[in-house]
């Protein structure tokens, strides 16, 4: 409803293009029995020519435990406008633990019910569910320093001399290695990998207990990125509006394939790599490769533009879209549609653990239960850096500094639980 006081949960709008003869009184927008820590959309009708402008409100957290900041996207009504039905969707909402500001950190880390941060500074593991500080250990690094990786009960940290690895409970220094240069660390299985940018650029492939080193994989020229598959190394350069793939073993380091992408055929983004695929998006359209040989596995056609793909482990994907409505699509492994959810925003990047996801857009977060089906929103911050889920089912975001303030990154720890 638009009326002159609200009733629940009001937000107050000044008209900015009022009708004739308003008098520039100040109107609200009420939702009734919003749920704290919701987000809610809504579509204000009566424009000329029978147009309808959206809107979103963000309700407020729960004040106890503190409430982190909310970002409400408010609209200016002209007078005599009526505000139609708004999507009651969410059912449950994420309850604010803790939030922690720091200064320039990497990508967080997530390893059972901890959360593994890196400054440049000092290396700490926190707990996800109070945010005690477990330990901490001085690790240095110039500037923003890549993502720790967890693996065999240690957690491998950049440092300007090399990887060291730390014991994942006691914060102990395991082992560490001599590697200038290292750009990115990688794990899959009980193995840790680093790349180095050389020269020559390099993959050195280590155990993740011991550190004991297993096999270098020679990388062609530096590479714009590299993911792991469960037998597969996926390397990407691009170079001028081409983008080149080469595929090798990652047990032996012998090249599968090399394929050039450009024009028509040159991906939107890089390849989201699940198991023994990768996932490719093109304006039209999505498909899966074989990494074992670039063979084509599944290909679905866009209902609008994508904005982002998410691997799953079963092979299939999470393939969000924009347009004038902002959808998340389940997608089987062999490419048929499974469900689709309507999203406040369109999908940027996102994670899934077992049957939730957690997705990223420019109005936060928002929980789908790939199961059960509900979507549910997560108010009280920005477009996430990057989005974790703990074993408990906490969400671990790291926030963008909120806008006209210095530089501080924010990391958001959340419990996931019906309130």
């Known amino acids: ?12 709008l000044r008209p900015r293009r009022p009708r004739a003869g308003a008098d520039g009184t100040r109107f609200t927008v009420a939702l009734p029995a919003l749920e704290p820590g919701a987000a809610y959309a809504y579509r204000i009708g009566g424009l000329p020519g029978g147009a309808a402008v959206a809107g979103r409100i963000a309700a407020p957290p729960p004040s106890d435990p503190p409430a982190t900041r909310t970002r409400t996207q408010l609209l200016d009504l002209p007078d005599g406008l009526t505000l139609e039905a708004p999507s009651f969707g969410p059912q449950r909402f994420a309850r604010p633990l803790w939030v922690r500001e ?3 950190a990497g ?24 945010s005690t500080v477990l330990w901490t250990h001085p690790v240095k690094w110039a500037g923003v320093p890549p993502k720790p990786v967890v693996s065999s009960g240690v957690v491998v940290f950049a440092s300007v001399e090399g990887p060291v690895a730390l014991d994942l409970e006691t914060g102990k ?20 990998y680093a790349l180095v940018w050389g020269p020559p650029p390099r993959l ?4 993740a207990a011991s550190g004991r080193m297993i096999s270098i994989l020679p990388m062609p020229e530096v590479p714009h ?45 890089a390849p989201a790599i699940a198991r023994d695929r990768m996932w490719l998006m093109y304006a039209d359209r999505v498909e899966a490769r074989a990494l074992a ?20 482990d079963d092979g299939g994907a999470l393939v969000g879209t924009g347009g004038d409505q902002a959808r998340l699509h389940r997608l089987a492994a062999d490419g048929t549609l499974k469900r689709s959810w309507n999203m406040l925003a369109a999908p940027r990047a ?8 957690a997705i990223a857009g420019a109005e936060g977060v928002e929980i789908v239960e790939l199961s059960a089906g509900p979507r549910w929103g997560v108010s009280g911050m920005g477009l996430p850096r990057d989005v974790a889920l703990t074993a408990e089912g906490h969400l671990v975001a790291h926030a963008e500094p909120v806008a006209g303030t210095t530089w501080r990154d924010r990391v958001v720890v959340m419990g996931l639980s019906r309130q």
Request: proline share 5%.
């Open 107 to 130: 990508e967080v880390a997530v390893a059972g019910s901890r959360v593994v941060l890196h400054d440049g500074r000092h290396a700490t593991v926190l707990d996800a569910t109070d």
């Open 1 to 12: 409803m638009v009326g002159r006081e609200g009733l629940h949960a009001v937000v107050p």
């Open 102 to 104: 720091s200064g320039l």
């Open 225 to 269: 990125e590299v993911a792991l598959g469960d037998e597969h190394v996926v390397v990407r350069m691009e170079e001028r509006g081409q983008m080149t793939l080469q595929v090798l073993d990652r047990l032996r380091g012998e090249r599968r394939w090399e394929r050039l992408y450009w024009g028509a055929d040159l991906p939107l983004r």
């Open 173 to 192: 220094p395991r082992w560490k290695l001599p590697l200038e240069g290292m750009r990115a660390l990688y794990a899959c299985g009980d193995e840790v």
């Open 293 to 312: 040989n670039a063979s084509t596995l599944a290909r679905w056609p866009l209902p609008a533009a994508a904005t982002c793909v998410i691997p799953l």
């Open 350 to 357: 996102g994670v899934v653990a077992g049957e939730r996801a």
């Open 204 to 207: 050195f492939r280590m155990e």
